[in-house]
């Protein structure tokens, strides 16, 4: 019993230490970005590759669904929150180092094609994708269409992005101003030429992008 008082005691002492610690230096640190739209300001931004990714979600024979990711997505936002409407992106996509949980299932989608044939999905050394704006409607305080084209597999398509405004604010390293997004919109892959296995793997990919952009 005595053991486990002093025990208490000693948690307790440690409480009181890390709170006034933290209370010496005002409190728990703050998250730099917020969901602040006068944090916002006009410029020429560029993406932080390391931190921007684009998922993407495909049913698989019916059964449930599957996802992977493509990482260091690289481009440029030009914004001005005086006329948001007015605001250009362009970003590229570097398909040939998409992620999956599964070793085979990367394999196979960059896999050439069986006896010189077209390859089931990417095949070898695909082409970066590629996503231009065209135009940007405001639909929220913090929400927005943006339109555009999406070039993939050699292919250019219209493609409309729903995009949210998700942070603001310097960061933390290297004290840029740094904005960020989050965006969906699901594509028909097919309409690409990347129809392998269709309908038995979806023919409908969700398309789920996080993206941070720091002023230049």
């Known amino acids: 019993m005595r053991k486990t008082l002093l025990s ?5 002492g440690l409480t009181a230490l890390v709170a006034g610690g933290l209370n010496a230096q005002g409190g728990p640190p703050q998250l730099p970005g917020a969901v602040d739209a006068s ?3 006009a410029g020429t931004y560029a993406t932080d590759a390391s ?3 684009v998922g993407w979600k495909v049913n698989h024979f019916g059964f449930n669904d599957y996802f992977g990711i493509f990482g260091d997505v690289a481009g440029t936002l030009e914004i001005d929150p005086a006329n948001l409407n007015a605001a250009k992106v362009d970003v590229t996509i570097p ?3 998409v992620v999956t949980a ?3 299932l990367t394999e196979h989608l960059m ?3 069986a ?4 390859p089931d999905f990417f095949g070898p050394n695909p082409a970066p994708a590629r996503f231009v704006s065209t135009s940007v409607h405001t639909t929220g305080a913090h929400t927005a269409h943006i339109m555009g084209d999406l070039t993939l597999n050699g292919v250019t398509k219209p493609v409309t992005i729903q995009a949210e405004f998700s942070g603001a604010g310097n960061h933390p390293f290297n004290q840029r101003a740094t904005l960020g997004f989050h965006g969906n919109t699901t594509i028909k892959r097919s309409e690409w030429g990347l129809g ?6 979806g023919d409908d990919v969700e398309l789920d992008i996080t993206i941070a952009f720091e002023k230049q």
């Open 8 to 12: 208490i005691a000693a948690a307790g």
């Open 196 to 201: 392998g296995f269709v309908p038995l793997v």
């Open 102 to 104: 599964s070793a085979g």
């Open 115 to 118: 006896n010189g044939g077209n």
């Open 39 to 41: 944090r916002v300001t």
């Open 51 to 53: 931190h921007s990714l």
């Open 111 to 113: 896999r050439a094609g």
């Open 95 to 97: 398909v040939a180092s």
